[in-house]
């Protein structure tokens, strides 16, 4: 079984700072592309950031220059570093990944995990 988990969310003020985190476990062989993806109260499901296997990286506009996103392959883990966080980053993201594992790829989703930026 091949799942993926996210961490790192909460409660933040205006200009602070999140690291989220996915975690994939279960048998896997190969992680090709990540991303995430947000959904906040009353909108669609947006991109945020992806990144490829070669470490190729790609950003939303209302997010670039502020968000990270990177990977630890050797962990199978990818990361969403968040930086100056605003009021309309608060949604829930989820973390994306399309995994090799048992002779196929998978296109996996994580349950999410919620940002709240208040003061």
């Known amino acids: 079984q091949v799942q993926l988990v996210e961490s790192g969310g909460g409660l933040v003020q205006p200009g602070g700072s999140l690291r989220l985190s996915c975690a994939a476990s279960?048998?896997?062989?190969?992680?090709?592309?990540m991303g995430w993806y947000r959904q906040a109260p009353g909108k669609e499901r947006e991109l945020v950031a992806t990144?490829?296997?070669?470490?190729?990286?790609n950003y939303a506009d209302s997010v670039k220059g502020r968000f990270t996103i990177s990977r630890d392959n050797a962990k199978n883990t990818g990361f969403l570093q968040m930086n100056s966080l605003r009021p309309e980053d608060t949604a829930i993201y989820y973390c994306?990944?399309?995994?090799?594992?048992?002779?196929?790829?998978?296109?996996?989703w994580g349950k999410g995990t919620l940002v709240t930026v208040s003061s």
């Open positions: 990144i490829t296997g070669g470490d190729t990286t």
């Open positions: 994306q990944a399309k995994v090799f594992s048992l002779w196929r790829w998978l296109e996996l």
């Open positions: 279960g048998s896997i062989f190969s992680i090709a592309d």
